[in-house]
């Protein structure tokens, strides 16, 4: 099975890709660290699956994933991140991904979700499996988390630029949005996150984004 890495770090690249060619029934056919480069290469190599990790150089992973089965449904994708599970494993699943793994499990089972997904079937932990059951029989799943749920994947992505220390105009520059878009993203962070100013929102964004790794 051809894999794929998309991965901005390349210590954890080199090291994923190492542990993937260990395995004799898996490939890695390409490596990449931008969405743009991204989309060029798979399209070139054609992976049997692609490994997606959410913090990338530009457009997160999330936006690839999206393009990615918009163009071509059937390919399997099992994003691969340090953030945790209760924020982006259902956006993933939403986005278009058959899987989630963080990157602090074990190697078998990093080698497990890329065989799960590759087979057709969906790779989450098992706290992720039973709200999405949950949520498949009706059951009500109570808000239990941080406030950055109740975000849409644009807003996260725009609080994690801001957390970066990046200015208005440069996130407007980074996501190829207008000033005025971004500034319309930084009133409805304020008033879902309960925060009264700017100055709090900045604050807030950082604090997050550092107890986040800085990713």
């Known amino acids: 099975m051809k894999v794929f890495l998309v991965e901005d770090h390349p210590i954890f ?27 060029e290469a798979i399209g070139r190599t054609q992976p049997d699956v692609v490994l997606v990790d959410i913090s990338l150089k530009g457009r997160n992973g999330l936006e690839l994933v999206k393009i990615l089965h918009g163009s071509d449904p059937g390919l399997p994708i099992l994003m691969i991140s340090t953030h945790e599970e209760n924020l982006y494993a259902e956006r993933s699943l939403r986005a278009g991904a058959r899987g989630y793994v963080m990157k602090h499990e074990t190697a078998d089972s990093i080698v ?23 949520r498949t029989v009706g059951e009500a799943v109570a808000p239990t988390g941080p406030p950055e749920e109740r975000l849409s994947d644009r807003e996260l992505e725009v ?16 996501l190829s949005l207008s000033h005025k878009t971004i500034g319309t993203y930084r009133e409805r962070l304020k008033e879902k996150l309960g925060l009264r100013n ?13 107890q986040r790794g800085g990713r």
């Open 159 to 174: 609080l994690a630029l801001f957390g970066q220390g990046l200015t208005t105009k440069e996130v407007s520059d980074r």
């Open 112 to 134: 497990s979700a890329v065989r799960e997904v590759v087979a057709g079937r969906v790779w989450v932990s098992p706290r992720v499996a039973s709200t999405l059951l949950a």
């Open 198 to 210: 700017s100055a709090e929102l900045l604050r807030h964004a950082v604090q997050w984004l550092e």
């Open 13 to 39: 690249r080199r090291g994923l890709c190492d542990l993937l060619e260990e395995e004799e029934d898996l490939e890695v056919c390409g490596e990449a660290e931008d969405v743009g480069t991204a989309l």
